[in-house]
């Protein structure tokens, strides 16, 4: 069965570091990548999205992913966090044949901390 | 509407009982998802409507689990005969047709079985 790993549960980290949250996913079959961030008693959003052209995407609030093919990853990272984006992170992968379904990872909880 | 809506938002039944979740999507998304989160387990795949198409039962737990969607429009997720297992966030989301398009979710049902 196809999966989504995302093999860190938490990640605590200090405001202004930097940060990666690790997503790797089963398939070599073509995909779409997603990350959906959820905040506190809110809803999931979507962060940003690869489709395909360019492997680095960008969301509008500083984070980035980008996509390897060879590795089957699709990592998170923001070079400076902030207070705010204390959050839980998912990534989710749309596996050709799968429909528009989307496999999700479990989740990795970013914490900012002062 | 601007957004997915799903009713109710806390949603506390006794064991044995029968529950009905309601999502109303966005107005021109043909896709609709029903997803389950759990604390630590991640998003779990439950069921998908796309269009006039039969939908995809595979996520479903057990035949107490169903869902309808009416006039391609509004969907029901029932849960017979409850159990304790069945606590969760219930999360709905649509979506374009698309493979690429993403979800747009709602800020889900939570579902406590007493």
């Known amino acids: 069965a196809q999966s989504v790993t995302q093999l860190d549960s938490q990640v605590p980290v200090f405001e202004e570091a930097p940060v990666e949250l690790r997503c790797n996913y089963s398939s070599s079959v073509s995909v779409y990548l997603f990350w959906y961030v959820q905040y506190p008693n809110q809803g999931l959003q979507l962060l940003l999205k690869y489709l395909s052209g360019s492997t680095l995407v960008e969301s509008i609030n500083g984070f980035e992913a980008e996509f390897n093919k060879s590795q089957t990853s699709f990592h998170l990272r923001k070079p400076s966090v902030h207070i705010s984006d204390t959050a839980e992170y998912f990534c989710a992968v749309s596996f050709t044949g799968g429909g528009n379904k989307l496999t999700f990872g479990t989740g990795t909880q970013l914490k900012v901390e002062l | 509407g601007a957004g997915v809506s799903q009713s109710p938002s806390n949603k506390v039944t006794e064991k044995g009982k029968d529950v009905e979740l309601r999502c109303d999507p966005i107005?021109?998304?043909?896709?609709l998802y029903w997803y389950r989160q759990s604390l630590g387990q991640g998003l779990e795949f439950l069921i998908y409507?796309?269009?006039?198409?039969?939908?995809?039962k595979s996520g479903l737990p057990s035949d107490r689990f169903s869902a309808e969607r009416t006039g391609g429009s509004v969907s029901t997720l029932t849960i017979q005969r409850t159990q304790q297992e069945d606590s969760a966030v219930y999360l709905c989301?649509?979506?374009?047709?698309?493979?690429?398009?993403?979800?747009?979710f709602g800020s889900g049902t939570r579902l406590t079985v007493v």
């Open positions: 409507f796309q269009g006039n198409s039969a939908p995809d």
């Open positions: 989301a649509s979506s374009l047709a698309s493979q690429a398009a993403g979800y747009t």
């Open positions: 107005s021109g998304h043909t896709a």
